[in-house]
């Protein structure tokens, strides 16, 4: 393969990076405190975040052994030969040092409680399969995702530009999460056996598959409902009842991984994060209409 690069970084995953930050800011849109430039630095550095989280997960599960010829994922750079462990790492590093240096003027931006947040986001990003007590090997990958890649992300895109954090903002930043953790189940699901047999207890593996399918659901539907009770709540404009236009795209997917196992999955995980993406962008929308069209 000629780009392992490419491979490694795992282009498909990046729209889950970018959804809760469009969220963020639309929010931030909303409330009339937007800035361009700390928006693209967050985007930046969610972006850098999930390529580095990738790179990670693709050494670390290689040296534990947890990817093996059987593996019905993508492809695995380090697993496949086409990068060393070692490649991978330095690469790994070089990532999480671009985001710390966007961390830096975001800390500066936003002071000490942004600089704990992103420390401890690239930290949760190296234990999720490396280190003593890898956090996936344990089944505390959905939490992990939920805090950093959904309210973490989200509202912290919000406060950056804000200097507050509105209910709404936690609200959304929720929806965002249980989307986000959809993503992970579908990856789960799909790596259930092997997983099992490696003995890595994610929380597909504790649940089994039926109760992960649930799992899933509940996180979609969660989603899409929270907007709705924030209308109806009076807490948010009911703009952001246009993510509903998405809400086909996600119901089939829905429908696939139900009667969907094995490597088939890896076209619900790529769905699923298209998912992300538009709904954030249709929540974004309704938020630049609710300004412009002046209905509260």
């Not at 009339?32 to 700390?38: A, Q, T």
């Not at 709404?168 to 986000?180: K, Q």
């Not at 246009?242 to 790529?270: D, E, H, Q, V």
Request: aromatic share 14%; with cysteine.
């Amino acid at each position: 393969m000629r780009y392992p690069w490419i491979i490694a970084i795992r282009p498909k995953t990046l729209p889950a990076a970018a959804a809760p930050v469009i969220t963020g800011t639309a929010l931030a849109y909303a409330d009339h405190s937007l800035d361009v430039v700390v928006a693209i630095a967050c985007l930046l550095s969610a972006l850098l975040l999930q390529i580095g989280s990738n790179l990670a997960n693709d050494v670390f599960d290689y040296e534990r052994g947890a990817d093996t010829g059987e593996r019905l994922g993508p492809t695995r750079v380090t697993q496949a030969g086409l990068l060393t462990p070692f490649q991978v790492k330095v690469g790994m590093y070089f990532v999480f040092g671009l985001t710390v240096v966007l961390g830096l003027y975001l800390t500066w931006i936003g002071g000490w409680v942004i600089l704990i947040l992103g420390v401890a986001a690239i930290l949760s990003a190296i234990a999720y399969t490396g280190g003593p007590y890898p956090l996936g090997y344990h089944g505390y990958g959905d939490i992990f995702v939920f805090i950093f890649f959904g309210l973490g992300a989200t509202a912290g895109t919000y406060y950056l530009q804000a200097g507050v954090i509105m209910p709404s903002v936690w609200w959304m930043a929720s929806a965002l999460g249980c989307l986000i953790v959809s993503i992970l189940v579908v990856n789960n699901l799909r790596d259930i056996e092997n997983d099992r047999k490696v003995h890595k207890m994610t929380m597909a593996v504790r649940l089994g598959v039926k109760w992960s399918l649930y799992e899933y659901y509940v996180m979609v539907l969660t989603a899409y409902f929270i907007p709705v009770i924030l209308w109806v709540i009076k807490i948010s404009p009911p703009w952001g009842i246009l993510t509903w236009l998405s809400f086909p795209y996600a119901f089939y997917w829905m429908k696939f991984i139900r009667r969907t196992t094995g490597k088939a999955l890896n076209k619900a995980l790529a769905g699923t994060g298209k998912v992300a993406l538009i709904y954030a962008t249709l929540y974004a929308l309704g938020m630049v209409l609710s300004v412009v069209s002046k209905i509260p």
